[in-house]
């Protein structure tokens, strides 16, 4: 009894604070994001036209904005800014002063281009509730705001290869959140500020002036006597002509091989070049028939990790393709940062790759360098559901996936959602669930992946940290009850697994519904609804599907779908149960004859309230 009124209270405290925060951050879009990214447009140049192909503001309509390059929001039909990434775009031009009209902005990359100039002194007045702030590689000056100290949702601050000069500012020790810091390749001078986190002497490499914490200790100190100052002073005045002429050249051949390596380096893999030194790190594989590797093997196998290697990115990271000098095809992903020890990192990769199911991805091991950590998997032939359903408009199109193709892709990912949710131990939440996850084998047998990334992902403090660091999940797939309670929970799982099969049962994006005019601003489960309404659900089946004797199999998963995202999380079925309704529409098929999902011993729910509550933000 004391235990569920403690949590009780626990709850009812957050959701007032929430609440607080709430007042704070302006959710709902307004105009001043229009005339953010508006002034950004006018304050830049944009010589080649990366910009220009798509911020038009001639478009009045509720989202347009969205659709802008570089430019994510909190929902896809609303005007409100959550992050903006425009690095490696080759843009000229000052600190963007606009963007203080991106009041609820939580992300910002301007890396890899020409922006120059000071920083504004009152950086909370542009950046007040960024969680990440990269403006690495370009030709930004001055002294570092110490400003910078009042945006306390900063988790990432990365200002190197820039031109900074003076201290680094011992306000940023206040920055509580930082996990990621980089100043490297400045004109900075100074004793480094004791800061929240331990940071390595990369991050501060390559400063003419720095000194103290992990690098060398300053030899100087304020008790230096006159006569010290005396004849350093007379040393500098036979040198100052000769220290000034050697800074600039430093700063012009620094200047000239930032620009010369952007040249070199077109395809966006410079990370790469720090790991040279780290080749002959062995690769911790799960498989023993799997042949032991090295990094250097992954590095050829990759091709260094060349972007044209790149099959498919998200929130966890990028996924490259591997060829190994046998011919062995291999997927390997290079994750994104990750707050955890290398001891807690490792435990995890032991946990995940003793999970094993026909319907996951099997990792087969991982890799971790310098601060890089790499997984490996076993190649996926026919790719991302996501990329069969919907192909690019600029490429080849594929051939549309018939009925009972898209019938065993559903089965077969529901019974592997299914056991993560009920039959695995530790039972697993994968809190991303869309069809960029769900992959497919050369059978086109379903394949979930990035099952259990998500708590390698997070800061693992409270609840809250994940609304401030903007951890939704995919847009379109996020269940509408996450924003207000932020927990992860398998009902919200069912909810993004819903938005899948709409996917398959439609053909349509969760976000652009190409069939829903150019008046309808909704989501994809907005349209079916508004569609139903009208007795017109008919018309939201994927024509190719239509006429070919399956249109009673057709409804009866589109029924199943419906009942995945209905509002309200305790109307919704267990992954259990969605599986079984999906196997017996695919009865006939003959897909699969075992049923390796046993029935539930509880009642699902009851059981996950208490292990998300006991174990409090460490399963979101």
Known sequence: MERVMGRSFRLVLFSLFLRLLLCVV??????????????????????????????????????????????????????????????????????????????????????????????????????????????????????????????????????????????????????????????????????????????????????????????????????????????????????????????????????????????????????????KGSKGVKVSMFEKSVSKMKLGDLMKATNNFNKNNIIGSGRTGTMYKAVLEDGMLLMCKRLQDSQHSEKEFVSEMATLGSVKHKNLVPLLGFCMA?????????????????????????????????????LKIGIGAARGLAWLHHNCNPRIIHRNISSKCILLDGEFEPRISDFGLARLMNPVDTHLSTFVNGEFGDLGYVAPEYTRTLVATPKGDVYSFGIVLLELVTGERPTQVKRGGESFKGNLVEWVMMMSGDSRLNDVIDESLLGKGVDREIFQFLKVACNCVVPGPKERPTMFEVYQLLRAIGERYNFSTENDIMVPTDSGDAHWEELIVAQDSTTV
């Not at 006597?225 to 004849?231: F, H």
């Not at 036979?238 to 220290?243: D, E, G, I, Q």
């Open 370 to 406: 310098k601060n890089e950590k790499i997984l490996i998997y076993k190649y996926m032939e026919h790719g991302a559901l996501h990329d069969n359903l919907h192909p690019e408009d600029d490429v080849e199109e594929k051939e549309a996936l018939d009925w009972s193709l898209r």
């Open 26 to 275: 302006p959710i709902h879009g307004d105009e001043r994001d229009v005339d953010c990214l508006r002034s950004i447009y006018e304050s830049v140049e944009d010589p080649y036209q990366y910009l220009n192909s798509t911020w038009n503001f001639k478009n009045n309509s509720k989202g347009a904005i969205c659709s802008f390059t570089g430019v994510e929001c909190w929902h896809p039909d609303d005007n409100k800014v959550l992050s903006i990434k425009l690095g490696s775009m080759n843009l000229k031009g000052p600190f963007p002063l606009g963007l203080a009209n991106c009041t609820s902005l939580t992300g910002l990359d301007l890396s890899n281009n020409d922006f120059w100039g000071p920083l504004p002194a009152n950086m909370l007045k542009f950046v007040g509730f960024l969680t990440t702030l990269v403006l690495s590689s370009n030709n930004f000056s001055g002294q570092i705001p110490a400003s910078l100290s009042e945006c306390k949702y900063l988790n990432v601050l990365n200002l190197d290869h820039n031109r900074f000069s003076g201290q680094i500012p011992p306000e940023l020790g206040l920055l509580s959140r930082i996990k990621t810091f980089s100043v490297a390749n400045n004109l900075l001078s100074g004793q480094i500020p004791k800061l929240q986190n331990n940071f390595t002497a990369e991050d501060f490499a390559n400063n003419l002036g720095l000194c103290g914490g992990p690098l060398d200790p300053c030899l100087l100190s304020p008790k230096s006597s006159n006569t010290k100052i005396i004849a350093g002073a007379a040393i500098g005045g036979v040198t100052a002509s000769a220290l000034v002429i050697g800074a600039g050249l430093i700063f012009l051949l620094r200047r000239a091989s930032v620009k010369r390596k952007r040249l070199e380096d077109p395809e966006g893999n410079r990370w790469t070049k720090s790991l």
